[in-house]
């Protein structure tokens, strides 16, 4: 976890989606070889016992010059073209970047310490770089370093403009996708524009200013860029990508955390319980409900699916459960059908709506076994439908002038049905329908059946 959590928030508020993180021991093997933290520790090291420094807290020329070559270090990072600003830390008072960045890193990580004009290793160094907590603590700080540094340089480049944060939206993007999915840069800077108000020249210069980004986030050991090998067949230019590594994910995993955006791992996430897991569906991009979803069905066999399901979706304002748990239920329906025919003539008119929905799209019947269930359940069907667009703020005078005259008569037509029904919304769909509805004669029959329902649920006394 970060030593020292940097609010960010200008990050979306919805659910990042579920991840699996390597074991905290491989993590730490893999920061342990990143570059700059290998340059860093190994800098550290070469201090031992001790070597002499400048009033600005560097060693002398020469010694910096035998470092570099001691130690190969090397400038991994790609160098920006003319026009684009490469964030610096520290400046480059030995004129030599390859050494100055991990020097004062290894000193502001307290791996070597300054004083008296000698710098030598931190006490007990080796044996806290061999902790592999220690170690992902100090490369969370270098990632998260390296992070606000490019924060700053891509708020500058047209503050008024760009809105959310650029850098927080581009890493949110390569967390969300699939792992090891490589991103042309190409498609991540189309994801970033905003719309209207980004100059031409600010949009020329985005692609350029993140390709030195990644370059130096690839220091770090967070991301993979670079084009692919040239293909004759395609000619001589080849696609610029970009894919987060396991140690990115966890390292972009700590900034959504610290800055209140859910992000929950994959094994905590398959155990959730399914109102939770319902709930929070709505909050996931496209991609991460895929893999929410993916992630909580693969943990259970398809009837337990159902079970536990059905179990959270029947009662009042539940419709948007229940349109969720029609679409997950969907993915796993193949072995339901028998099932799902048994739950729609329950007598529970939400689940028979919920069972009614899922086997009529789930191309599983055959066009008269379709038309055969929407006879029997096409009442309490068109209730959700109605249901959810009203749970969803649609203006009911709209909606209801938007449908066509069959699905609202299967409604009207079973007002009374519906009135002495324990479906949960369907006082509330009655209601809107007297309220709102153009015709009159139609919303005055809605009102007789909403003033039955709601009398009907007074007295307890229902129909199935």
Not at 91 to 106: C, H, K, R, V
Not at 140 to 151: A, I, L, S, Y
Not at 242 to 271: H, I, M, N, Q
Not at 376 to 392: C, F
Request: one cysteine or more; glycine letters at 8%; proline letters at 9%.
């Amino acid at each position: 976890m970060p030593s020292h959590p940097t609010p960010h928030r200008d990050l979306p508020p919805c659910s990042a989606r579920p991840a699996a993180l390597h074991p905290a021991a491989r993590l730490a093997f893999t920061a342990s070889h990143s570059p700059l933290y290998a340059n860093t520790l190994a800098l550290a090291r070469w201090t031992g016992p001790a070597v002499p420094v400048t009033a600005r807290g560097i060693p002398e020329l020469s010694l910096v010059r035998e470092a570099v070559e001691v130690l190969a270090l090397q400038q991994e990072g790609e160098r920006p073209g003319p026009g684009v600003r490469r964030p610096d830390r520290f400046g480059s008072p030995s004129g030599t970047p390859a050494f100055d960045l991990p020097w004062w890193e290894a000193v502001r990580l307290g791996m070597l310490e300054v004083r008296s004009g000698r710098a030598r290793p931190a006490p007990n160094l080796e044996e806290r770089s061999r902790d592999p907590d220690q170690v992902l603590r100090w490369w969370t700080d270098m990632f998260e370093t390296t992070v606000e540094c490019w924060r700053g340089d891509l708020a500058a480049l047209e503050p008024d403009a760009t809105g959310v944060g650029l850098l927080p939206r581009v890493l949110r993007v390569l967390y969300d996708a699939p792992d090891r999915c490589r991103m042309p840069l190409e498609q991540l800077t189309e994801a970033l524009l905003p719309g209207p108000g980004l100059s031409e020249h600010a949009r020329s210069r985005l692609p350029e200013l993140l390709r030195c980004m990644f370059s130096q986030l690839g220091e770090t050991g967070a991301v993979r860029a670079g084009r692919l090998s040239p293909v004759p067949d395609r000619g001589p230019g080849s696609p610029y990508l970009v894919r987060l590594t396991p140690l990115g994910r966890y390292g972009v995993r700590g900034l959504l955390l610290a800055s209140g955006v859910p992000a929950p791992l994959v094994e905590d996430f398959a155990k959730t319980d399914a109102a939770t897991f319902l709930d929070s569906l709505p909050s996931f991009s496209d991609d991460g409900r895929l893999i929410a979803v993916d992630t909580w069905t693969a943990a259970r066999a398809p009837a337990r699916v159902l079970w536990e399901l059905s179990r959270v979706v029947d009662g009042p304002g539940l419709v948007l459960r229940r349109r969720e748990a029609a679409r997950v239920i969907g993915t796993v329906c193949s072995e339901l059908v028998p099932q799902l025919r048994s739950m729609a003539s329950s007598g529970r008119p939400a689940l028979s709506a919920l069972a009614a929905a899922v086997l009529v799209t789930s191309g599983m019947l055959d066009q008269a076994e379709v038309n055969a269930v929407l006879d029997q359940h096409a009442p309490w069907v068109m209730v959700d439908i109605t249901a959810t667009a009203l749970a969803e703020g649609e203006d009911p005078v709209d909606f209801l002038s938007g449908i066509t005259e069959g699905l609202e008569s299967v409604i009207i037509d079973n007002a009374d049905l519906l009135a002495r029904s324990e479906h949960p919304d369907a006082l509330r769909v009655l209601d809107a329908l007297a309220r709102h509805h153009p015709d009159p004669g139609t919303a005055a029959r809605a009102r007789e059946a909403a003033d039955l329902a709601w009398a009907c649920r007074s007295r307890g006394r229902f129909r199935r």
